[in-house]
């Protein structure tokens, strides 16, 4: 077996912030956001039949409104309300691992930058599972999910960056932020294609 199927032998997905505040509705929503549940369930269930781990990440603010972050965006995803959860649309099996951010001052974009429940930092906990690969899409393109990218490239993990199953908050930043994402290595999946959707 050559190393491009070892690494396809160990992927899992990432999902990043598919909560209820970047939907239509929400407080800090992204046009269409809602409309990437439907590609993201695409590849769980390919992960979930597969008996992958799905990694998915929330914002996860605490509730006073004077924080620093709360300063640069309306309050969002306040711990324990509806803004906070995630997506009805989106399918998340029991054993989804839960990667909280934004509960400190700094500002915290990356996934990477979360940890779970018990405190284990995101790359610790893939690399417990041996995930070598990351197939990752959510919102919002242009700071979440790049942010999330760009440490996955510089941590060593191969990172597919899922178009199709993304939405950004701003045409130009968006732009850029795909500009970033492709110049420095995340290989572009711009449909479901036969990686997602057969053995």
Known sequence: MGLASKRRDRWA????????????????????GDKVMEPLNIIIMKAVREGRPVIVSRDWHRPDLDQPHFQKWPPHCIQNTFGAEFHRNLFLPANAIIISKGMGD???????DGVTADGTPLDTVLKSLGVDTLKIGGLATDYCVSATVLNAIKLGYETHFLLYASR???????DAALDKMWKSGAVFSYAPYNFELVG
């Open 106 to 112: 700094a500002d915290a974009y990356s996934a990477f």
């Open 13 to 32: 997905p990432l999902i990043v912030d598919p909560e209820n505040d970047f939907c239509p509705g929400g407080s800090l929503a992204v046009t269409d």
């Open 168 to 174: 950004g908050v701003a045409k130009e930043t968006t």
